[in-house]
């Protein structure tokens, strides 16, 4: 089975509507994160959370918000999705080291919004 | 502005010879760079890493050299082989920004048979 888990794979949306990505992990890390990825660009960091009861915003957290429910789980929402949000979402773990911290991602979301 | 750039979408390369990926970056401040690979319809997955207190780290195949005062690093894989065909990503990230990795843009390597 996958160390980190992203449901759903896929989805197709319209604008205005509210859509929640969901991650878990069994890797027992406490860090959680997600990016999106937009063709010709890296990753860039929407929200991350270093445990439960820690929520940090990212690069580009305007139009999303997260809740992490427990040390396994962290899921995203788009309040009100809107076209500029298609994408492909990815979530990632890590557990800090000595001065390492080596993520490690999910298989990914590909969103669209009409 | 971006901090972290790879300028060359695509690289193709023949079977058994070496591939070198290229990576640029503008902030001198970055503690720790890596290099994450990616098939289609998967996640990024961890390649290799390098501190920035050194100039070489080798993992079999894989090398990556880091030249602080020219703020570049590159990724040599030798030889090339079929499943090393794959989008690669540079990132890096600074100790007190809470590691927030920081990506490039990527580059497609194509192993031709």
């Known amino acids: 089975d996958a160390d980190v888990t992203q449901t759903p794979r896929n989805r197709i949306t319209k604008t205005g509507k509210r859509i929640m990505l969901e991650c878990s992990q069994t890797?027992?890390?406490?860090?959680m994160y997600w990016y999106r990825q937009d063709p010709g660009l890296g990753l860039r960091l929407i929200y991350y959370?270093?445990?439960?009861?820690?929520?940090n915003k990212g690069e580009i957290s305007d139009g999303y918000s997260v809740s992490r429910q427990a040390q396994a789980k962290f899921s995203l929402s788009l309040e009100s999705a809107i076209p500029n949000q298609t994408a492909l979402y990815f979530c990632?773990?890590?557990?800090?080291?000595?001065?390492?911290?080596?993520?490690?991602f999910g298989p990914g979301t590909r969103l669209t919004v009409l | 502005d971006q901090q972290v750039k790879q300028n060359s979408p695509s690289l193709s390369v023949q079977e058994g010879r070496i591939s070198i990926l290229n990576c640029d970056y503008t902030?001198?401040?970055?503690?720790?760079f890596l290099w994450y690979k990616k098939y289609p319809a998967e996640g990024p997955t961890f390649l290799i890493s390098?501190?920035?207190i050194k100039d070489k780290n080798e993992d079999g195949r894989f090398t990556v050299f880091l030249n602080k005062s020219a703020k570049h690093l590159s990724l040599h894989i030798v030889p090339s082989q079929p499943g090393d065909s794959a989008v690669y990503f540079c990132?890096?990230?600074?100790?007190?920004?809470?590691?927030?990795?920081?990506w490039g843009a990527g580059t497609k390597l194509i192993i031709k048979p």
């Open positions: 990632a773990t890590s557990v800090a080291g000595l001065n390492t911290d080596t993520q490690y």
């Open positions: 890797k027992g890390h406490d860090r």
């Open positions: 959370s270093f445990d439960v009861k820690d929520i």
């Open positions: 902030n001198s401040m970055f503690d720790y």
């Open positions: 390098i501190s920035s």
């Open positions: 990132a890096a990230y600074r100790m007190d920004s809470n590691y927030q990795l920081i």
